[in-house]
């Protein structure tokens, strides 16, 4: 009757023993793992087991299971194919020995099902954040496109004074010889309005409304001449340099005075961040790298330095006009701008930085025309 009753039930059950000897499988598991009574009977449950290894301790557990205990464990079915099933064990006691009724029932699907909302669940989370990211670079870049506006209206009148304070001021230091007690003063007045003449500049960059120039350039070399002009700064800080140029990139079309008027940005924000001493570290490579899920080939250009870093509190702000912590010796619109070229090439800028470890400036530009 037992046994009439054990083949009857829809459900592929098996009886072992409590070491996993198998004693009893009915049709139904035979027909559900393609082997047969007999070859169930010379078997260990743990010989049909997938992942033996993964559940040496549930198997190790068996002799001790003392209620209804349900587990996944992956099993091998007679043609190889693995399948992963619930297993439920419950214990029971004939003449002194304990052994186990186990169930099995196949949950595959339910396993797949699982990890594709897992994988789902991880894609969406990098869509949102690479989302909030270009939102926020959005948020930053029509900042920008309002001060370039701004800075398109002002500047040609600030631009004029400025170049008649200038020209006066050469004019009083033609005449006056050097040991004259105004000579130091107004070299100062020079000096500065120099420095006026030059954020002007930097603020009409913003408003450049012409498209880049477009001309087929290899960026290993344009970065190489941009480093030659900085030699003098990276000298007197005492920086070595070291290059990792691991693969050679194909000429891409640029504008090459804008680039290396951002490979000169990130450089002296390098070597700014290393008075004394450090390295500097230029590195190029080609990555394969999506973005909202369009993934494309890109030249990565690193420059990174061992200099100060930068806080958590302030890396978020660092592409914003105006921000920085140099206090009036930077403008702080060395980045922005930087990161307003590379969107006209339709690249990318990141930096990435630790508090006093220093600070990874990547440029991406993408392999096509
Ligand atoms: N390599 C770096 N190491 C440490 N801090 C950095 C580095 N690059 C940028 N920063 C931080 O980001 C801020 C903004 O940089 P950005 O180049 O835009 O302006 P700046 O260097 O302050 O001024 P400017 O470039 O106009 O002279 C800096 O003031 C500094 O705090
Ligand atoms: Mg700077």
Same mark, same amino acid.
């Given at each position: 009757?037992?046994?009439?009753?054990? #083949?009857?039930?829809?459900?592929?059950?098996?009886?072992?023993?409590?070491?996993?000897?198998?004693?009893?499988?009915?049709?139904?598991?035979?027909?559900?793992?393609?082997?047969?009574?007999?070859?169930?009977?010379?078997?260990?449950?743990?010989?049909?087991?997938?992942?033996?290894?993964?559940?040496?301790?549930?198997?190790?557990?068996?002799?001790?299971?003392?209620?209804?205990?349900?587990?996944?464990?992956?099993?091998?079915?007679?043609?190889?194919?693995?399948?992963?099933?619930?297993? $439920?064990?419950?214990?029971?006691?004939? !003449?002194?020995? !304990?052994?186990?009724?186990?169930?099995?029932?196949?949950?595959?699907?339910?396993?797949?099902?699982?990890?594709?909302?897992?994988?789902?669940?991880?894609?969406?989370?990098?869509?949102?954040?690479?989302?909030?990211?270009?939102?926020?670079?959005?948020?930053?870049?029509?900042?920008?496109?309002?001060?370039?506006?701004?800075?398109?209206?002002?500047?040609?009148?600030?631009?004029?004074?400025?170049?008649?304070?200038?020209?006066?001021?050469?004019?009083?230091?033609?005449?006056?010889?050097?040991?004259?007690?105004?000579?130091? $003063?107004?070299?100062?007045?020079?000096?500065?309005?120099?420095?006026?003449?030059?954020?002007?500049?930097?603020?009409?960059?913003?408003?450049?409304?012409?498209?880049?120039?477009?001309?087929?350039?290899?960026?290993?070399?344009?970065?190489?001449?941009?480093?030659?002009?900085?030699?003098?700064?990276?000298?007197?800080?005492?920086?070595?340099?070291?290059?990792?140029?691991?693969?050679?990139?194909?000429?891409?079309?640029?504008?090459?005075?804008?680039? !290396?008027?951002?490979?000169?940005?990130?450089?002296?924000?390098?070597?700014?961040?290393?008075?004394?001493?450090?390295?500097?570290?230029?590195?190029?490579?080609?990555?394969?790298?999506?973005?909202? !899920?369009?993934?494309?080939?890109?030249?990565?250009?690193?420059?990174?330095?061992?200099?100060?870093?930068?806080?958590?509190?302030?890396?978020?702000?660092?592409?914003?006009?105006?921000?920085?912590?140099?206090?009036?010796?930077?403008?702080?619109?060395?980045?922005?701008?930087?990161?307003?070229?590379? #969107?006209?090439?339709?690249?990318?800028?990141?930096?990435?930085?630790?508090?006093?470890?220093?600070?990874?400036?990547?440029?991406?530009?993408?392999?096509?025309?």
């Amino acid at each position: 009757m037992f046994k009439t009753m054990m #083949e009857g039930v829809p459900l592929p059950l098996i009886i072992a023993d409590s070491n996993g000897r198998i004693s009893f499988a009915n049709k139904w598991l035979e027909e559900f793992m393609g082997y047969t009574h007999r070859e169930f009977l010379k078997s260990n449950l743990r010989d049909l087991c997938a992942s033996y290894e993964q559940n040496r301790y549930i198997f190790s557990c068996l002799p001790d299971i003392e209620r209804t205990t349900e587990v996944d464990i992956d099993f091998y079915r007679k043609n190889d194919d693995i399948f992963t099933a619930s297993v $439920s064990f419950t214990p029971f006691h004939y !003449q002194q020995a !304990q052994y186990l009724f186990i169930i099995f029932r196949d949950v595959t699907s339910r396993r797949i099902r699982e990890v594709k909302t897992r994988e789902d669940e991880e894609r969406y989370r990098r869509l949102l954040a690479e989302r909030n990211m270009l939102q926020d670079q959005l948020h930053r870049s029509s900042k920008v496109a309002f001060m370039g506006e701004l800075a398109a209206g002002i500047a040609h009148e600030i631009n004029n004074p400025l170049g008649i304070i200038l020209g006066f001021v050469q004019d009083i230091l033609d005449e006056i010889s050097s040991d004259d007690p105004l000579f130091e $003063s107004i070299r100062i007045i020079e000096k500065e309005t120099a420095r006026c003449v030059d954020v002007v500049k930097d603020l009409l960059d913003f408003a450049r409304l012409k498209p880049p120039e477009s001309i087929s350039v290899n960026i290993v070399e344009l970065l190489e001449g941009s480093v030659a002009l900085m030699i003098p700064g990276i000298k007197k800080n005492k920086i070595s340099i070291k290059k990792k140029f691991k693969e050679k990139p194909p000429t891409i079309k640029l504008d090459p005075q804008l680039i !290396q008027q951002v490979f000169l940005n990130v450089i002296i924000n390098a070597v700014q961040s290393m008075p004394d001493t450090g390295l500097l570290t230029f590195g190029v490579n080609l990555v394969h790298k999506a973005w909202l !899920q369009e993934p494309g080939d890109w030249i990565r250009i690193t420059i990174s330095d061992t200099g100060t870093g930068i806080s958590e509190k302030n890396i978020h702000r660092v592409f914003d006009p105006f921000f920085t912590t140099k206090g009036s010796k930077g403008t702080g619109l060395g980045l922005s701008v930087c990161q307003r070229i590379m #969107e006209d090439h339709c690249g990318r800028i990141e930096i990435e930085s630790q508090k006093g470890a220093g600070t990874i400036c990547s440029l991406y530009f993408p392999i096509k025309d």
